[in-house]
T-cell receptor, first 112, second 113 residues
């Protein structure tokens, strides 16, 4: 079945540092790929998405590129802020049913 | 635009008791999902509805969990009887079929003691 593997956390960075959170997937067909973010005490929010190979999703300074050849969708941000502290989930969705398969999540902690 | 509404936000029950969660999806969204998120893990799909029909309930523990979506709008998820391992956040989401975004509610945090 479909699966998502993302790097374990917590990832601890200082403000303005560069961020990479690795995500790889296993899927049949051509899934869409997502990054969701969960701030403390809140529900999941879509951060960005890509629906086909070589697409780049971007939002709020975060970027991720759908790499079919390496089955990866790594999340990057050039300069993190304290307000980016949250748990980040990589996920994929099959076309037919649109159900999301999530990774285990990576906690990001940014200190001033 | 109003988001996905869930209630209650928090619930504490004793094992073997029953509990019910309610979800009101975004207006016009035909697809509704219930996910279970155990602490430290990613959400796991329990059941998916398309209008008021079940699309996927393969991971729903049917001996104790049940869900319905009457009239293709609101949905209720029930657990009877609850076990300690049911302690989790129960997330409701809505959207459309076809590789598009799912919108999540804030979730119900269930603690079974």
């Amino acid at each position: 079945g479909d699966s998502v593997t993302q790097m374990e956390g917590p990832v601890t960075l200082s403000e303005e540092a560069f961020l990479t959170i690795n995500c790889t997937y296993t899927a049949t067909g051509y899934p869409s790929l997502f990054w969701y973010v969960q701030y403390p005490g809140e529900g999941l929010q879509l951060l960005l998405k890509a629906t086909k190979a070589d697409d780049k999703g971007s939002n709020k300074g975060f970027e991720a590129t759908y790499r079919k050849e390496t089955t990866s969708f790594h999340l990057e941000k050039g300069s993190v802020q304290v307000s980016d502290s949250a748990v980040y989930f990589c996920a994929l969705s099959d076309y037919e049913y649109s159900t999301l398969t999530f990774g285990k999540g990576t906690m990001l902690l940014v200190s001033p | 635009e109003a988001g996905v509404a869930q209630s209650p936000r928090y619930k504490i029950i004793e094992k073997r008791q029953s509990v019910a969660f309610w979800c009101n999806p975004i207006s016009g969204h035909a697809t509704l999902y219930w996910y279970q998120q155990i602490l430290g893990q990613g959400p796991k799909l329990l059941i998916q509805f398309q209008n008021n029909g079940v699309v996927d309930d393969s991971q729903l523990p049917k001996d104790r969990f049940s869900a319905e979506r009457l009239k293709g709008v609101d949905s209720t998820l029930k657990i009877q009887p609850a076990k300690l391992e049911d302690s989790a956040v129960y997330l409701c989401a809505s959207g459309f079929l076809g590789n598009t975004e799912a919108f999540f509610g804030q979730g119900t945090r269930l603690t079974v003691v």
